[in-house]
């Protein structure tokens, strides 16, 4: 999947996964507008879905692509391709916002949605400030059920100035993680800005991997290398042999030998581009490089220095391209397939048969239960038949027939319990079903024990109201949002317990707590309450311990002010909440969202019914105020340590903590040079400049002598002082001209040593110290 600036709108969601070539090249896509395409293997099945994207306010500037994958014996998987443009400048009205609304994505688990979302939070970009799409997507993300794959790495690097940032996001279905093993990984850069991103999902069945016979390319051998090593390796041989067998074992050993050093063998897989050779390589590793070095220093050179890479590498690689073109082209022969070299130029293959899934239809009376489309041949043909058995006919014959129906008619008139009907074999009556169901035996019944929400038994007894009916703004004025909100409260049947919770976390992470008022209509009074949160909380925790501590004083009211209460309205603030909760208690991962529905569904089994109201926070409602001030007053007098500490809460607490480390660092030391990497060296270079490094090396004479392998450590270059590091690299003016075509002329030790890694091996190397110093023999007795 490919989004960004320079992709093609308009075409990009018709002409996915086809090959056929358009009719009209169409109109040039405006700059800036972006686009997404996304490409499937040629012998998967797949589906387009049309409309997945519907906004409730206009956004033309978003692109939303959705493709379903039927891979062979599962469920069909939805890919989801985004691309929402960043904030832009205009003139006369400055920074207009993001139009991308994630709740205007038609959703269908198992699903992968991954896209330049142009949107920064703390969950997956830690080099950029939060944004507010950043925060709305996670939201959607947490309401949808799906898990963000980023890892925290980068995703982006602005070729400008070397900075970072993850403006690309990958996530998934919760249940693709229970059920798949599911990695994301970012690869090494290849000219973009972005980084690709691989997301690999395993399958449910392994196939085994099958790789061709390797063999050697004698297109692409390179004979007079072949001859000079298979003339050195028989002139190696230290004993000739004695036997015709060992000669021609030996001899067709020396061949392969030299074969595998001067002829490419392979299996023909992981192929490059045909016109790919060393110097697109070499370019394509400098340009690697360059981008590595630009975002650790970020410094000025090192920026300029990628952005050189960058475009020599694309010149090199269009100039390989053309230049095999032209020199295939000229080597063509009369009977020569130019198309079968366009073909292989542009990374053609002959067209497979057309993929189409083919859905199953639905069983007549049965519930909807999610099937996966027939995708193999031998799964269409099973299909086709189950179909056409149902509406064949053979010719009538009431010699053949008689039998037959004598035969159905026994086979439908008796039952295997001799007309008891215990096991319900035959048709029975609703009053014979709940008869049945209730002579089953507690906790012993065949069938699957699963709970039910609910307003599945109750009706409409649990409501939820999660907007209002004017849509107001956080920047909207009090007044417009108290008026709003009380519009709202209108609508809703004169309750008569009406409860205002709250809950505060400082930070939004710690010192939680919750408070809540319940105004008891019919007695005229108020009850105010308060619970801690926890140390560690979030603040959809304490909202949630709010809404927990109000429902169980209301729970344990005396039973003649519970007698008065019929009908319960429950207004908080926090929507997330609500939303978490309108999934129903079978989706409640954490324990206090199954406390709140255990409550819930107490209160309603006694016949109370219950509305749980959103309304907007500081919007000068005195209920909501009261609450405001309960939830501060838990969070800094109630007794913390009591309280426990859940996982979701732990992990928002860790993530700001993280983040706070990285800025506090990054402040502490803003213009600090990491060490230059010596990863790039071989063994004996590592070693040797990690020695250096410490002032301690044995190739020095100041550390032979110290360790008793010299007699003095006097430098035997200049014979003038002691060599130690400092003497050898940047002092002894015995090395000044070697010296100085690394690092200039008098060079200090920091800079020798923060510059790139091979100079101070290159150097030793020059000036003739590789090997351990030791004093020369004595001269020999007379």
Known sequence: MEAGPEGESGS???????RQRPAARPPPTPKGQGGVLTLVRDDIPYSVNPSVYRPTRPDPNTYCVSVTVHASKTLGLSVYNIYAPPARWTTGQGTQEQGFQPDGIRLEHPAVVCGDFNAHSLSWDVYQPETALGEAIEDWAVDNGMTILNDGGCTRQNPSTGGVSAPDVSLASRDLLRSRDVTWVTQRGIGSDHLPILVTLSSSVQRPRREGRGRFSHRSADWPKFREELDQLINAWSAQPTSLNEAANRLAATILRAARASIPFGNGRGRRPPFWNQVCQDAADRREEAR??????????????????????????????????????????????????????DGRRPPAKPAVTISRPGTEGQPAQPTRPAVTDKEKAELFCQAYAQVSRLPKDKTSDQSIKIEARRATSQTCCNGGRDAFCSPFSRRELLLGIRKLRKGRSPGVDQGAPPWHHCGDAVRFVLDLPQPTRRTDQPEKRKEAALAALALVPDPDCTIWSDGSAKEG??????????????????????????RVCSSMRAELVAMTEALTRLQELPAPSRALIKRVLLCTDSRSGLQLLSRGPDDQQSAIGQ???GLIDALTAAGTDITLHWVPGHADLAGNEAADRLANQAAADCAQEEAPIDLPSARTAIRRWTSELASARAQRHPHRDPTPSHDELDRWG?????????GYCPLVRATAHRLGLVADSTCRACGEEEEDVEHLLVGCPAH???????????????????????????????????????????????
């Not at 990009?12 to 086809?18: L, R, S, V």
């Not at 920026?303 to 032209?326: H, I, M, S």
């Not at 082209?329 to 397939?337: S, Y």
Request: aromatic residues 6%; proline residues 6%; charged residues 25%.
């Open 12 to 18: 990009a969601q018709e002409g996915i996964g086809t």
């Open 292 to 345: 590595v070095a630009a975002s650790r220093s970020r410094s000025r050179a090192d920026v300029l220095r990628y952005q050189e890479e960058r475009a020599t590498a694309d010149k090199v690689v269009d100039q390989e391209r053309t230049a095999f073109f032209r020199q295939k082209a000229a080597e063509l022969k009369p009977d020569g397939d130019m198309w079968h070299l366009i073909r292989t130029m």
């Open 509 to 534: 992470t710690i010192q939680g707590g919750g408070g809540a008022i319940l105004e008891l209509h019919r007695e005229g009074r108020t009850i105010e309450c308060v619970a801690p949160a926890g």
């Open 595 to 597: 406390r709140v529905w």
């Open 686 to 694: 590592q070693v040797t400049l990690s020695q250096l490094r410490t």
């Open 736 to 782: 000044v001209a070697a010296r100085a075509g690394f690092w200039g002329h008098c060079p200090t030790l920091e800079e020798v040593f923060s510059g790139p890694a091979e100079h101070v091996i290159n150097f030793l190397r020059r000036v003739g110290r590789v090997q351990v110093a030791t004093d020369p023999p004595p001269p020999a007795a007379p």
